[in-house]
């Protein structure tokens, strides 16, 4: 069964509202998903391989931990996840990036595939899914799908907001799968917008609209 994890820090909470805001404008909103994913990041490889090293520090050597250099890969759901990915890689600089491009039908709601490139390693990597928005879960679902299908085991999937049925919907698919997301909020509006939400995040982290 998935667990879900609220990262609810306040450092986050409060960068969220800011990313919340609709006066924040666009500089402002990238930056702050920026950060929010860095901060993230540090929640959820918290439980990432170790191994023990024996190093020498200026006065003896010392046994000490470090990453167990078990790969990693962060998948963006493009355009919006794409936000996410330097603060990962400032945290996490070793780890590979893959591309899943969707899109949601505005009629059906139903997500549309139109890009995929992956390392071609990814059956053996654990792999990060991220992006900002989980409404009705129809893309991180998909995305997650067209990884297992490309042999992926090990998938985390890490949401800045998230609406109860879109988590309720990829728990629903993939009970394997551990959700994190900054906050969850209220419901999906009649447009499968979630509320309060923060609006179209690909729009506003790159200005399109
Ligand atoms: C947004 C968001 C998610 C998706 C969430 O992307 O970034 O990928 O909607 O909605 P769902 O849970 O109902 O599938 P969008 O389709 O607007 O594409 P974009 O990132 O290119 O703007
Ligand atoms: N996609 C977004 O960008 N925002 C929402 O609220 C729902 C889906």
Do not use: W
């Not at 998935?2 to 930056?31: C, M, Y």
């Not at 490889?45 to 250099?69: F, H, N, S, Y």
């Not at 709601?109 to 995929?116: D, S």
């Not at 698919?173 to 609006?199: C, K």
């Amino acid at each position: 069964m998935s667990k879900v994890t609220q990262i609810a820090h306040p450092l986050i909470l409060h960068k969220l509202a800011f990313i919340r805001d609709k006066n924040t404008g666009s500089k402002d909103f990238r930056e702050l998903v920026e950060e929010v994913a860095m901060l993230m990041a540090y929640e959820v490889t918290r439980d990432v391989q170790m191994a023990e090293v024996e190093i020498e520090t200026p006065i003896c050597k010392t046994k000490c931990k470090m990453l167990a250099g078990k790969k990693l890969a962060i998948v963006p759901i493009l355009r919006a996840g794409l936000g996410m990915v330097d603060g990962m890689l400032k945290l996490i600089p070793a780890a590979k990036v893959g591309h899943i491009g969707l899109y949601r039908d505005e009629e059906t709601l139903q997500p549309v595939e139109y890009f995929c490139k992956l390392p071609q390693d990814i059956d053996e990597r654990d792999i990060i899914v991220v992006d900002p928005m989980l409404a009705t879960g129809g893309s991180a679902a998909d995305a997650i799908t067209l990884l297992k299908k490309k042999g992926a085991k090990n998938i985390k999937l890490m949401i800045l907001l998230a609406a109860p049925e879109g988590i309720k919907y990829v728990m629903d698919i993939h009970p394997d799968v551990d959700i994190y997301t900054g906050a969850i909020d209220e419901e999906l509006n009649e447009n499968g917008y979630i509320v309060p939400g923060l609006g179209d995040a690909g729009d506003r982290l790159f200005g399109t609209k």
